[in-house]
């Protein structure tokens, strides 16, 4: 961490705030020139703030050049985490494609649905039960019982299931999920980070429609920083002043994240076009950009879909996907097991 | 709400989405032009969601013409919403300052700082007792000892405090705190508003950093529809392209929230700026646009400050700014009470 | 273009605007409900800005069904459009990659580097010799002297050569130039949009760092208006919050312009990221988007290049990264000729 | 200028970096601590792109400390630049507000206005002759024939003149414009700002949509360096997520230009916002955070308007306005003269 002090800065002040970096456990290396003059500050600068620095009187700026996280830190783990679902593997050239509807609206819904993705090759099934909704009009999950008829779903195909969590207050009721997700929305509650860090659960941690890829590292640093090291990113979108879509997909996060942390990353082509016809194009750019999964909305009937039903594939159309997803992501070296 | 359907839209499946209409109770107002056909839906639209329309094989497009929040809804209440806080009034002609420290750090600081900005006229007192931060190292705040020890400088002050609740299991504690505020990273944490709902407490409900105004709207109305009136909206800066501020204050949030709804609004010019000397023509500025209220972080010590101290003006600076503020605020002809 | 009426609109008021709309040539199709009243317009509504309508006291909002432009339509023009550089075609299952300096530093370096990309496979040498620098004291290109040196190294390879323009004034020295680029900063410099409608030569328009896809789609319009069909679209990131990258590509741009309109589309990820490691998935990613074409900068010697150096790539590495990218083009179906 | 090195950066790499920097005249002040290793760079910084170094293998990152500004940056001129208009002046504590209709569209429209706007206290008139227009179907403005009716307005009225320029080309029809504007989408023209550093009009320089401070302040170092130091900086909103209103006005443009410049800075209220009621709050929140002017669109007939009529206010509402504003421009202490 690079301090940089104003130029007519007192010394006396200076001096104050050296001795409280030094009682941080801090050596100081400094450094003169004509113009300017630095502090290199050598320990665990994790500890410190920025803005506490920035808040004195004798600082300029201030530069950091460590990343701020460590568990997560590619630095730290240089090789790529692979984690495994129930024997799915996901990371380290394991591609696995997580499927299913927005919300769970019926037992022969979410059921016909699991075994059609399934067939096509999904390795995982998606379907909400707790929806964070916009209106409070709106359709708000079928919440306990879509839970209920998620793990019947589970029991009927042998498929590991990813469903929403919006509340720690809630974990109790996913003991039998296999991935909790965190919502766009939720990626900086941070108690609800903290309580998923106490558990064992594998979560998919989405990125928030207008946070930075350090602030989404940041988050699964939480999780991880409370004994969870089970951390998948999802990338689902950006919001940005581009209006023909829903959300802008940032196929550069995946490189990015790829050099900043260890942990697999995932897309959802669905959220991020929020047009179904606009999957499959980001699907296969997301395996070339080199994404570890994908997670794609799909139902059994998206005209009456109680939400999401105009970025819904059917099953028709995402069994044509799946083949050309399996093709791509062969051609790209990863496999499909 | 209209439904503009596609020119190729086939007959049989037009006549079974507007049995589906019908059945949700809606009057359909049919107009067939050239090159264009439209369906004008009468009735209560906020319980449809545009995107059921969408995914419909038929529908080109879809256009609300009303809004869908309606207990927020000025066009429902015309008149200001006033809210009274243990006396202070806020809304409706009446202006109010919130100032204190970012977070609570012992005894010694809350209760010199609430004497000090009530001093200069302060009407509320803020402080952080569980604090959102971006790192999990970074200091979270005193918490449940914070709380107490904001309850005691209510209690030597006789102000009415101010502070952040960060999930629904906190609720109890915050008791005898007058306005729990929901800070931007939970503007859309839908429990949490769900839970508000329930309580009588006036909630200060901060806009995300990346939500846009309908949306802010739409968190007031989740609270409300849950039976709590009481909330006031507040614009803290919103995050662009822009680097040399931290964020980017949205002063037209001001006159545009006040043409949607009936609700008090305040403005946080220290989050927005994140910059001591940038506070003032913020302040003064959110006063001309019509803002109803402040909110401001003095700090006693603001170099030794455990969070926010670059924003945080110290009391001296405060109370000179207190001075423009009032002077400002009855030159455009509100009240401080 | 459906015009949505205020309730409360006066009678007279509507009487009049239906008869300056009339004037204008459009017949109104009339549609009353009970809260709601409508006017399609049926006619060229090209012609009419929304804001003319809006403007009007009587109008509470208007929505276009028909897209603002023309020429550049797919609905006009089904077929992809194939554009034919000195033989060199792109669009329509033909792809191109253009590859050379960001600014051409002397005869050496751009005869060396056109002779390594075409040893590589690029179809297209590009090379700047006006540059557009932020700062008036960055290096401003070779200019005129430049267009000497890259039609030199035309000359020694046989590579069609891409340019940029920067003003009007300048077409004139453009002679023997084949593809003329629009750079992100001037995508709605209007003037220098119909000039190049005047001319016939290839126009390569960058999408501006804010610009929406309409925006794009009516610059493209400019130039076809003007007689110039010849019009590549190319996408190079946008500016978001984002700040670990340079820019954010919008790789869903490929799918949504395939949609909109039948000109080719290039995607140029070295701008896109600023960063030569990374330029490798992004342009993959591209591929499986769909691109027409990719633009990339190569170097001789980037860590003594004048500009954007830390994008660009080696000639060994554009060599490796050419074989992947070719056998990337041929798995998605594109022939590069 | 501070280079952080790689810390597994070559040594006989990093020496030939030193040598290239010596050679273009910098001393470099070395600091090597434990895991970082620094160089400050002493001399003018303003000659390098940050670029350059950043893409030499050996370099992590580098950090300005020093602006890359000169003529436009405050510290080498503390005082606020006032310029002089044909005798009104804006800067330094005088206040000036331009008004006039987006474009002009007949002689009796432009002199009805320019009265108007004259005996409401305005102190310069504008109006559009050449228009940037998003499609080549939207009125292009009169052109040389809208130059010659402005003069005469300018000549029945005695205002001086401000109308948009678009090309380098178009100078010597300005010869008797009194202000020369360059509009957002050209505020990157560089060609254009060269040309207009050559002459000695004042110049009224937009920010971009998607342009930062600093970009918009290099813009007008172009003109200054050129030799032009009559530099009007003009805020009109920027392009954002925020959908309800057309731009979104950066207010803190003003006090962090106030702090980067000595050039007196003018907000855009009507462009800003895109609608006629919101224009008052913004204008009033503008002389509150410290603007030297305002430009607002006046138009005799706004439902007839050619351009931007949801934004023009009648001549009746910008009177009212005008006597707001003169009261709160001397609440604030500044001077209309």
Known sequence: MIVILKQEADKEKKAVLKGKLKALGFDIHESKGRETELWGLVGDTSIIDDDYLRANEVVEDVKRVQEPYKMANRKMHPEDTVIDIRGRKIGGGHFQVIAGPCSIESKEQIIEVAEDVKKSGAGLLRGGAFKPRTSPYSFQGLQNNGLKLLLEAKAATGLPVVTEIMTPEHLELFEDIDVVQVGARNMQNFQLLKALGKCDKTVLLKRGLANTLEELVMSAEYIMAGGNENVILCERGIRTFETSMRNTLDISAIPML??????????????????????????????????????????????????????????????ELMKKIRKTVEFFGKTMD
Do not use: Y
Request: a negative charge; one cysteine or more.
């Open 258 to 319: 790829r050099k900043m942390t260890h942990l697999p990353i995932v897309i959802d082509p669905s959220h991020a076009a929020g047009i179904r016809w606009m999957v499959e194009p980001l699907a296969l750019a997301a395996i070339a950009a080199g994404a570890d999964g994908l997670m794609i909305e799909v139902h059994n009937d998206p005209e009456s879909a109680l939400c999401d039903g105009p970025q819904s594939m059917t099953p028709e159309g995402f069994d």
